[in-house]
Every structure is written in C-alpha cells, then in structure tokens.
C-alpha cells in the first residue's frame, strides 16, 4: 500500500510570485485536506476536496486554490505569495463515505515553503 | 466550535520514566479524538484514535490514551519512555462542516524532550 506522498519537499519562491504544491493520495481514499503549519505552531486547516470538488474551507483568502483529479491526486496553489506563507504544507487523505462519515486522515511528509 | 488546548508546550523525561502529555477539548457533540506525532523534518504520523468506543485507547509504540468526557480530557501517557519518543506530540479533535465532512482541529503541540 503506497502513503501519502507530496512534493517537491522544499521550495523557495518571492513575493508576489505563484506556487503550486502536489499531492498523491493515499490507495483506496478519496478524499483530500490541506493544512498549513507554520512554524512552532499546530496545522491549520486550508480546504478538503471531495470527488473534485471543495466540500469545505478554513480561514484562508481566495488566493489559495485548490483541484481535485480523478486519481484523487490533488494540487494546492498560491497566488500573489507573502512572507507570511512561510510554512510546512501538509496533506492528507482520507476515504470518505457516501454517508458523509470520514476515516482517519493520514499525512504526508509535506513541502515546505519559503518566501523571501 | 472545537477547541483544544495542550496544557504544556515542552516536556522533558528521562529515559525509562512514564511520560504525560496532557490534553484538554472543547466539543459542542461527541468528538473523535486524535494524537499524531511529528518527528524533525518529518510528517505528521497517526498516534491513536478515540471514536467512542472504548475509552482507554492503546496506540502504536506503547502509547495509550484514556477519553475522560466529566473532565474533557485526553491525556497522552507511556510507561517507559525510549529515545526515539522524542518529537513534537499534537491532541487533535475533529470539527464538523456542512455536509456531514470533517476537518482537524490541532492543539499547538507539545514538545517531549527525552534526555538519558
């Protein structure tokens, strides 16, 4: 059974500038998050894909987007970058019942972003 | 909305001694109850999880944690702490969203220190 796996693993970027983070599900889930950590601090939730399409969102702007494709594989991207977005981004995937019950989340081993 | 709270930032043990992570929630329902773990430079690996069932909830790595809703606590405990248990230690509880979807809600983390 293959992990959670994302890449690249580190990343340097500029102000302003755009980015975009993969991720391949784990086999068999469905479903996918993202969470930003930043540093000293606990993940926070960006959004959830489900069956390609954003089923929920934290507190983050619109300048972060995301997609889901049919392999469940899925992309996070940022757009008009700040230092702010410094951080370790996380995915997670899941297997999402029809009912509405979600599985665990496991986690990848992230990218980690850092805008100068 | 849910909430946790981790009661210590830093802990530090020596090898062989018990280990006490101390978790707190806030859940407006019956919450399902998270502990990852997050080596340097690492992801976030699944600890153990509470889903109301039993309450004493036994891990991976000789971890186990006791679900105690009068107190609203999840304390993290292992008898004998080794070495290798030296991490970044998250309490995690799950949020509802609409459709019946769940996210995380992380603690901010507690950093066990294991010193010989």
């Known amino acids: 059974e293959t992990g959670v796996t994302q890449s690249p693993t580190h990343l340097i970027k500029t102000r302003g500038q755009q980015v975009t983070l993969r991720c391949s599900s784990q086999s068999g889930h469905n479903t996918v998050s993202w969470y930003q950590q930043a540093l000293g601090q606990g993940p926070q939730f960006i959004f959830q894909y489900y069956r390609e399409e954003e089923n929920g969102r934290g507190n983050f702007p619109p300048r972060f987007s995301g997609l889901q494709f049919p392999n469940y594989s899925s992309e996070l991207n940022v757009n008009a970058l700040e230092l702010d977005d410094s951080a370790l981004y996380l995915c997670?995937?899941?297997?999402?019942?029809?009912?509405?019950?979600?599985?665990?989340?496991?986690f990848g081993p992230g990218t980690r972003l850092t805008v100068l | 909305a849910q909430s946790v709270t981790q009661l210590d930032s830093h802990v530090s043990v020596s090898e062989g001694t018990p280990v006490l992570l101390r978790c707190n929630y806030s859940s407006s329902y019956s919450p399902s109850l998270f502990w990852y773990v997050q080596h340097p430079n690492k992801g976030l690996q699944l600890l153990l999880k509470y889903t109301s069932a039993a309450t004493l909830v036994k891990g991976i790595n000789g971890f186990e944690a006791e679900f105690k809703k009068s107190e609203t606590s999840f304390h993290l405990t292992k008898p004998s702490a080794h070495m290798s248990d030296a991490a970044e230690y998250f309490c995690?509880?799950?949020?509802?969203?609409?459709?019946?979807?769940?996210?995380?809600?992380f603690g901010a983390g507690t950093r066990l220190a294991v010193h010989p």
């Open positions: 995690v509880v799950t949020e509802p969203f609409s459709g019946g979807y769940n996210k995380l809600i």
């Open positions: 997670a995937s899941s297997f999402q019942r029809t009912s509405g019950t979600t599985d665990t989340q496991y």
